[in-house]
């Protein structure tokens, strides 16, 4: 493997000096891929309006194909994170205006490309941000095949578009999952249910792995609702980060717990979403058995399923 940097009129950044990142890694058999540290793309999905496809300029790699707004990742940077930064600077999407759904992987050793795949929450119009554009459209998901696609882009949309619909959604039971862990919950519930709402939503924006959710892909961004009964119920609702919206909704029980559990998966079921309901009650476990929908019956995981997870995830910073 060999890194070379660009000639001028290669992509770069639209702003400042050249990152770290922004060089060609050139392998053995002469073939040559943007980004030392690998690349991205965002393919922000909009329910009515199709997906964000980018045409790019004649001067580009590929140019005058349509692709994905993406680059070359920066030196320490997640692929979700490095996508939407991309996204930003190429296709100005907004902060907040969408939510990771999943992540597809072609990694080739030397260099690796991830597609990041994500709902759009809050609709936007895209707007050129940088001169490696020649339009950027909503195109139908039916429609994209008919577009001259970047080679890289046409092999793997295929599988993308068959995903485009499946959303894992965890309920969790957080009187359940608080309660398992002898932390001095029971002086302050709300503040428990807290710190579990942060863990989730680091776990939720760092992905979890298809096989731990029996899908696709190579890694998910699950939408997490956290179920708080009692005096948890005084939990906030989250907030949202600085680019992409939070994973985390809290749903708070009028009354038993496990009627609101309930009553949101089957709502979700209903829906079409993959659910799974973390929870290590038996009775609970029993009426949730019973939840079948569009996207399969609802799964029940235990709380040892959860926290494993989340003990592999860096507490969010105070």
């Known amino acids: 493997m060999t890194i070379v940097p660009p000639e001028p009129g290669e992509p770069r ?19 040559r891929y943007w980004g030392r540290y690998g690349a991205a793309g965002l393919l922000a ?47 100005g ?52 095949d008919h577009r001259a696609l970047h080679p890289g882009f046409a092999e793997a949309w295929p599988e993308l578009r068959a995903l485009l619909d499946v959303r894992p959604v965890v309920v969790v039971d957080a009187a359940n999952v608080v309660g ?23 776990w939720a924006r760092r992905g979890v792995s298809a096989e731990r959710v029996a899908l696709d892909s190579t890694r998910w961004h699950p939408r997490v609702v956290l179920v708080a009964e009692g005096a948890a119920r005084e939990v906030a609702d989250p907030a949202d980060s600085a680019d992409v919206a939070c994973a985390v909704e809290i749903v708070r029980a009028p009354a038993a717990g496990d009627d609101a559990i309930v009553d949101v998966a089957g709502e979700r079921v209903a829906a079409g979403d993959r659910v799974f309901v973390v929870t290590s009650d038996r009775g609970l476990t029993a009426r949730i058995e019973t939840l079948t929908g569009d996207g399969g019956p609802a799964e029940v995981q235990p709380v040892r399923w959860l926290l494993d997870q989340l003990d592999e995830v860096p507490l969010p910073a105070e």
């Open 180 to 202: 398992s862990v002898a932390d001095g919950w029971w002086k302050d519930r709300a503040g428990a249910t807290a710190r579990l709402r942060d863990r989730l939503d680091a």
């Open 45 to 91: 999905h909009d329910r009515e309006r199709g997906v964000l496809l980018q045409h790019r300029v004649a001067w580009s790699h590929h140019g005058g194909t349509w692709a994905l707004p993406g680059g070359a990742l920066h030196e320490g940077e997640s692929a979700r994170e490095g996508a939407i930064r991309e996204a930003q600077e190429e296709a």
């Open 13 to 31: 950044r639209p702003q400042g000096p050249l990152s770290s990142g922004d060089a060609w890694v050139v392998a053995p058999t002469g073939e």
């Open 93 to 144: 999407v907004p902060d907040g205006a969408v939510r990771a759904q999943f992540e597809s992987v072609l990694d080739l050793g030397i260099w690796s490309y991830t597609t990041v795949v994500a709902d759009v929450v809050t609709p936007f119009e895209p707007v050129i941000s940088d001169p490696e554009s020649l339009a950027l459209q909503w195109v139908p998901v039916d429609e994209v």
